[in-house]
């Protein structure tokens, strides 16, 4: 579809925020590649690993404006119910790099062009179950964007750490939002600086 402007109905400052607004998407996604991610439509998978729902309460959201296919990993062994037993094992998995065992996933990552992942920020990057599958399934040639939630630490190095987990795919900087902080308002703004909607 084609757009019109009557240049004489748009005053130069109004011109000027279009152009730099179009500017600023064109840097951050290639023009080729924002078609393709409008054309795909349901091509969108939602990946994430919730330990006290927070997580999950963001994937919900994404999903519900996208419409998207969505699975959330499981552990093959539950992480504690507890804070400090929970961060502990985090921790330790984090310092020797262990991925734990996840149950199968019923679905066909190669049918998605774009997923989507989502995490809790433990110390500084991705939960277990979120690196064990991004080890296991290929996400060369895709496009993968991080979502996630944290208590105050932020993103850390969550963007820089998916981009070595996914040294093949397309990855950019994400969401990342304080627990309880999800709202259907910032999920909305960030889809559409991502190119998504």
Request: glycine share 8%; hydrophobic share 40%; net charge positive.
């Amino acid at each position: 579809m084609s757009h019109s402007f009557s240049f004489s109905a748009l005053s130069r400052r109004s011109l000027l925020k279009k152009t730099l607004s179009a500017l600023a998407m064109a840097a951050l996604f290639p023009l080729a590649a924002r078609p393709a991610m409008a054309a795909e439509g349901r091509n969108i998978l939602i990946v994430y690993y919730s330990w006290s729902g927070n997580t999950r309460e963001l994937a919900k959201l994404l999903q519900a404006r996208l419409n998207a296919d969505m699975v959330e990993l499981q552990p093959v062994t539950p992480y504690p119910s507890g804070y400090n037993a929970c961060v502990d094992l985090a921790r330790k998995e984090r310092d020797e790099n262990i991925f734990p065992a996840i149950r199968p996933v019923d679905v066909d990552v190669a049918r998605y062009s774009v997923i989507l992942v989502g995490s809790p920020n433990w110390w500084g990057t991705w939960a277990g179950p979120v690196r064990t599958f991004l080890r296991d399934h290929a996400t060369a040639g895709k496009m993968v964007l991080p979502f996630g939630t944290h208590g105050g630490g932020g993103r850390q190095n969550m963007p820089s750490d998916l981009a070595k987990l996914c040294p093949s795919a397309r990855t950019g900087e994400g969401l990342f939002l304080r627990g309880g902080e999800a709202s259907p308002s910032r999920v909305e703004n960030w889809l559409k600086e991502a190119g998504l909607i």
